[in-house]
């Protein structure tokens, strides 16, 4: 029990007096809608692939140095980028990669490769570090370094970010806004791109969402001494993401999805991808774009226009 007397004890959520609880809702809130009427030349439905090329960041994140584990990170640039690559390019495909810079020092070929070859560069943290513990001002030093380190590396200067994990802290948005990126992706209160607003203020930040069900991580994640297991065969995986390509499809909007070649660039997985790669290029009316071709598009035709 503390010694402390019972006013200086922190105030419980359901003792919080309305203006607190509105203040914490307020920040990085979805704003208007971006979702247009048409997408490029027509379209009816938008198609964002992305790929966190995480790599062997998350055991060095929890300064676990077992060989194994960061053997698994090495997998994703050894074998599955490879493969990833090939799929693309057999399909015409153009895809965001989305890197800590810890993992782009550790591949910079890699990066540099996908950039010639028309992929997106985006900012992804330092080394996959979770920026809800950090000091803010480490979080904004880290993100900075990152975005300075991926353009070195890359020669593109990256103009969105997606948090490692999606943790998107209070002191972010402010970070964004600092750097002037594009946009974000991390945040989950729409299915199609809006603008973010920042305690109820317009901040000219296209959002575009992401959601659990549209990754990979969480149908296939393994870790030796939990329970977590890959209990979801590839064919069911296959079969959530079509349904929400599907869903965006009817209703003219954006099918956004988050890979990890370490998870997805399996032998048994990749073929998913492809098959439904090969399903949508089969519907009349799909563009793909990557993030920032999405976040842009739906910027030019934000009426009124977003505003910096």
């Known amino acids: 029990m503390s010694d402390a007397p019972e006013a200086e004890q922190p105030l419980k959520p359901w003792q919080w007096p309305e203006q607190r609880w ?17 997408w490029p030349g027509g379209a009816r439905c938008a ?26 990170g090495q997998y994703g640039a050894r074998a599955a980028m490879p493969r990833i690559r090939r799929l693309l390019d057999r399909h015409g495909v153009r895809a965001t990669f989305f890197y800590p810079a810890v993992s782009a020092l550790l591949h ?7 950039a010639d070859e028309g992929h997106e560069i985006g900012i992804h943290s330092w080394i996959h570090e979770a920026n ?67 305690r109820g203020e317009p ?3 296209v959002e575009l969402p992401p959601e659990w069900i549209r990754d990979d991580a969480v149908y296939f994640n393994m870790l030796r001494f939990s329970a977590l297991r890959p209990y979801t065969p590839p064919s069911a995986v296959e079969e959530i993401f079509t349904a ?8 003219g909007g954006l099918f956004l999805l988050t890979m990890h070649p370490h998870v997805i660039g399996h032998r048994s ?13 089969g519907r009349p ?21 977003l505003k910096r």
């Open 203 to 205: 901040t000219g930040i």
């Open 108 to 114: 910079p070929d890699e990066v540099r490769a996908l």
């Open 132 to 198: 809800t513990t950090l000091p803010p001002e480490a979080e904004r030093e880290l993100t900075l370094r990152a975005a300075d380190t991926l353009e070195r590396v890359s020669g593109q200067r990256p103009v969105g970010l997606r948090t490692a994990s999606w943790d998107f802290s209070p002191h972010t948005l402010d970070i964004i806004r600092g750097l002037g990126l594009v946009y974000d992706s991390s945040l989950m209160a729409d299915d199609d791109p809006y603008e973010l607003t920042d």
């Open 269 to 281: 997985r990749l073929p998913l991808l492809e098959r439904l790669i090969a399903r949508m290029k």
């Open 244 to 251: 929400e390509f599907e869903g965006a499809y009817e209703e």
């Open 22 to 38: 509105r203040e914490i809702v307020s920040r990085a809130r979805a704003g208007r809608s971006l979702k247009p009427r048409s």
């Open 47 to 72: 198609v964002a692939l992305s790929f966190d090329a995480d790599h062997e960041t998350i055991p060095l994140r929890d300064a676990d140095e077992s060989p194994m584990r960061i053997s698994q």
């Open 285 to 305: 009316g799909v563009w793909f774009g990557t993030h920032a071709e999405v976040a842009r598009w739906c910027a030019e035709q934000a009426t009124p226009p």
